[in-house]
């Protein structure tokens, strides 16, 4: 999973950034996209990336370790919708970077934090109550969550919710995106 959703991450702030720096970000901007299609382009490319990163390792994995799937739908839509948060994270990632060390920096003080508190490596059912609400407000827990119960049935939190957060923090995201290509927010000169 977290292969599949990195890939998208990388993929669309990699994209950003080489483009800002090599100086070719006008090839971008100059055809008449609107910010919704530019959004939609970008998105697209990441959760394509991610989702295909995510099918190759279950298929390797599938070669080894024998894969069963509890709720196929929930597998689907929790990789589709954690691809499409990282993407579109990667691209304001991408926007607000000036170099390749501003990216680093979200990957390194956002993404791996949320990461490592979402429930990736453990339940969070032995921690406190209060860890376990704290959890609650991190989106990637319902990104794992959701995942996990797809795979093996078991879900930490509910399943109802983690939907909508899901939805809810992606729409949340493509608004920030679609305003920062919008207002050109450190993308033109």
Request: hydrophobic share 55%; glycine share 12%; proline share 5%.
């Amino acid at each position: 999973m977290m292969a599949m959703v990195q890939n998208a991450f990388a993929n669309t702030s990699s994209s950003l950034v080489i483009a800002k720096v090599q100086g070719n970000i006008v090839d971008v901007l100059m055809p008449p996209l609107s910010p919704a299609e530019l959004t939609l382009g970008f998105a697209g490319g990441g959760v394509t990336r991610g989702v295909m990163v995510g099918v190759a390792v279950g298929l390797g994995m599938w070669i080894f370790v024998p894969i069963t799937l509890h709720n196929p739908l929930f597998i689907l839509y929790h990789g589709v919708m954690a691809s499409l948060m990282l993407a579109l994270l990667g691209m304001i990632g991408g926007i607000w970077a000036e170099k390749f060390d501003h990216i680093a920096a979200v990957t390194n003080f956002v993404i791996t934090p949320f990461s490592f508190l979402s429930g990736t490596f453990y339940s969070i059912e032995p921690l406190t109550e209060t860890l376990q609400t704290v959890s609650h407000f991190n989106p990637f827990f319902y990104m794992i969550s959701g995942f996990r119960y797809g795979f093996i049935g078991h879900a930490d939190g509910s399943l109802t919710l983690g939907l909508v957060v899901m939805a809810l923090f992606n729409l949340f995201l493509w608004g920030v995106t679609y305003r920062m290509f919008a207002t050109g927010y450190r993308l033109k000169p």
